[in-house]
């Protein structure tokens, strides 16, 4: 098992309250994640729109590379963003909501009324 290194964690290091640090940094990575989701539904257009798919069994069938990459490459990344977009998609029972819904909401700080 390794060792915890403080200098490892150094910069992510505050006297913020826990719940406070971990409310901030999830919002954080909220706001970073929704471009990504974006650029990830353009590209599975342009993917879909420009038939990358018989691009790449062309390029198989051939047995040369697709823009440099590998058929297995493009496989993977083919049906790896394919599930992705499933999973964003699928209900999960215990929130009713989808990844989708959480990822993509705004969230607001509550005041707490005294």
Known sequence: ?????????????SELPAEVEVA???LKFLRELRPILASLGAMQTTW??????????????AGQPLAGHTAE?????????????????????????????VLMKRYTAQEVQA
């Open 73 to 101: 490459s493009w496989l993977a990344w083919g049906t790896v963003f394919t599930e992705l977009q499933t999973w964003l998609v699928t209900p999960i029972a215990s929130i009713q909501a989808t990844p989708l819904q």
């Open 1 to 13: 098992m390794a060792l915890y290194d403080p200098a490892l964690y150094a910069d992510q290091l």
């Open 48 to 61: 879909h729109a420009n038939d990358i798919p018989a691009m790449v069994e062309a390029a198989a069938a």
């Open 24 to 26: 901030t940094t999830a």
